[in-house]
């Protein structure tokens, strides 16, 4: 009889044993699976800030082509446009322009 009970003793220690192996094992997979999720969250995180930036960029870009678009037909934008990027001046109009060296 005391030889039944060391080996059903055995058995239940073995079994103890493979039920924590099993646990170990299975909180294992999780945590990996986790910092997969992790590590796939921050990438895409980083995704989404960066198309964010690209949005505002592009909207500010709209708006200032929506703004030149409205403005094109009136006489002070085409006068400012020939004054900024032609150097044009009125005829009764002196220029100074500084000598660089």
């Not at 986790?34 to 960066?50: D, F, G, K």
Request: glycine residues 2%.
């Amino acid at each position: 009889m005391a030889k039944k009970e060391q080996e059903k003793r055995k058995t239940n220690k073995f079994l103890t044993f493979l039920y924590l192996l099993m646990c170990v094992g299975i909180a294992a997979i999780f945590l990996r699976f986790i910092s997969i999720q992790a590590e796939s969250y921050s990438s895409l995180s980083a995704q989404h800030e960066a198309i964010l930036e690209d949005y505002a960029r592009a909207r500010a870009e709209y708006y200032a082509l929506n703004y030149q678009i409205a403005h094109f037909d009136s006489d002070a934008y085409v006068e400012r446009l020939a004054r900024d990027r032609l150097g044009w001046v009125r005829p009764t109009e002196i220029i100074f322009r500084q000598r660089t060296n």
